[in-house]
């Protein structure tokens, strides 16, 4: 199928280095934010979220870290595995239960 | 098992006809979403739906309708006015809270789950 990550920011990564996605968000008032991955022809599964309240929270391999004051959040990825080749989106909380995307950024994983 | 099932998984469209995309979940969920997604770009919100009977446009809903005649579906209607169709159309659900400081104004707190897509296309 057509690839949803076409012309985006790749990141590639060797198998077992860390993995670090990057983005940028645009309103100072948000106060939720939420990391996808999207594998070719699937929908965005959900992977990790944190509130403005802090500034970094893990999950099982992964950490995200919120900077506020530059309006910018971060996605790490530990030891890197095939599986977690796919797009990554961020998405930060809009009013009325809405949330706004990021592009995605690419992340290939060399065996 | 809980989730979000959109179908069919591949639609075609001919020229000034109308197609409906099938959402429906068993999560329980108020709000449900619809996003188109194009090549090499992030999801535009089309239509929402904060509970049953009540929907409002999203930032790209020229040539759209949706119904919630139901909490458990969403179905979105392609109408021939949306003349570049052309996309893969996800659909996504969420639970959501009233946030008191905000003169009781829903936010989000919690994440929204994906259905697998539907991909139209034009014949």
């Known amino acids: 199928g057509e690839s949803v990550g076409l012309h985006l920011p790749t990141l590639s990564v060797q198998e077992g280095d860390n993995s670090i996605i990057n983005c940028a968000y645009s309103n100072s008032a948000s106060d939720y934010f939420i990391w996808y991955k999207q594998e070719s022809g699937k929908g965005p599964q959900f992977i990790i979220d944190i509130r403005s309240n802090m500034d970094k929270r893990q999950g099982q391999r992964v950490t995200v870290l919120l900077n506020k004051t530059v309006k910018h959040l971060s996605l790490q990825i530990a030891a890197t595995q095939p599986g977690d080749s796919a797009v990554y989106f961020c998405?930060?909380?809009?009013?009325?239960?809405?949330?706004?995307f990021g592009k995605g950024n690419q992340v290939v994983v060399i065996p | 098992d809980g989730g979000i099932t959109q179908s069919p998984k591949y639609l075609f469209r001919k020229e000034g006809q109308n197609v409906t995309l099938s959402c429906e979940q068993n999560?329980?969920?108020?709000?449900m979403y619809w996003y188109r997604q194009d090549p090499g770009q992030g999801l535009r919100l089309i239509y929402y739906?904060?509970?049953?009977?009540?929907?409002q446009k999203g930032d790209i809903a020229e040539g759209y309708s949706v119904s919630r005649e139901k909490k458990e579906s969403f179905p979105l209607t392609v109408t021939s006015a949306q003349k570049n169709p052309t996309a893969f159309y996800l659909c996504a659900s969420s639970n959501w809270d009233w946030e008191p400081t905000r003169d009781r104004e829903p936010y989000s707190n919690q994440p929204q789950h994906f259905g697998d897509g539907t991909r139209l296309s034009i014949l």
């Open positions: 739906s904060q509970i049953v009977n009540d929907f």
């Open positions: 999560l329980n969920h108020d709000a």
């Open positions: 998405a930060e909380s809009r009013g009325n239960n809405r949330l706004a």
